[in-house]
T-cell receptor, first 108, second 112 residues
């Protein structure tokens, strides 16, 4: 059975303090690993898709990387507007299988 | 280009009632999927429609059903509502199979 585990569950950073979020997964036949950002009461906003181990993608202060067993979302010099829940999902069949997310709070 | 839109945004229903949620997919997207997100949890896959046919279903009972129309918009129907059905219901559309899904803002359903 596909499993996605995200850690930590919650993370509090000071503005400018870089860190990484982890997504560990077990899946048969990975078709893609996806990162989303979700603000309270809103739908998830697409960030990145990674397809194979060794792949990296960047967008502004965010960088996503993928290995055969986990993915990292690195946040460099975060700002308060980066505060949100970050969701990781894997696709094996038709469905996206999501983790519970990491709730990130960035304080000024 | 408009994104994925869902209606209504909020809904309150009584246990045992039926509800229909609606979703307009993003232009050019022929695949629509529905997810249920309980508070503090990640979204859970309900089912997916491709060109008006259901082609994937998660671990949800038959009282969760859906439709996709020729313009690729979609409905989610839930019969015999239970208190545990209270959640954020998310619709997502995508232009192909191995591509990213784009989500709507969700419908917050409360069952009392």
């Amino acid at each position: 059975e596909d499993q996605v585990t995200q850690s930590p569950e919650a993370l509090r950073l000071q503005e400018g303090e870089s860190s990484s979020l982890n997504c560990s997964y077990t899946v048969s036949g990975l078709r893609g690993l996806f990162w989303y950002r979700q603000d309270p009461g809103k739908g998830p906003e697409f960030l990145f898709t990674l397809y194979s181990a060794g792949e990296e993608k960047e967008k502004e202060r965010l960088k996503a990387t993928l290995t055969k067993k986990e993915s990292f979302l690195h946040i460099t010099a975060p700002k308060p507007e980066d505060s949100a829940t970050y969701l990781c999902a894997v696709q094996a069949g038709y469905a996206l299988n999501f983790g519970k997310g990491t709730s990130l709070l960035v304080t000024p | 280009e408009t994104g994925v839109t869902q209606s209504p945004t909020h809904l309150i229903k009584t246990r045992g009632q039926q509800v229909t949620l609606r979703c307009s997919s993003q232009s050019g997207h022929n695949t629509v999927s529905w997810y249920q997100q309980a508070l503090g949890q990640g979204p859970q896959f309900i089912f997916q429609y491709y060109r008006e046919e259901e082609n994937g279903r998660g671990n949800f009972p038959p009282r969760f059903s859906g439709l996709q129309f020729p313009n690729y918009s979609s409905e989610l129907n839930v019969n015999a509502l239970e208190l545990d059905d209270s959640a954020l219901y998310l619709c997502a559309s995508k232009p192909g199979d191995n591509t990213e899904a784009f989500f709507g803002q969700g419908t917050r359903l409360t069952v009392v």
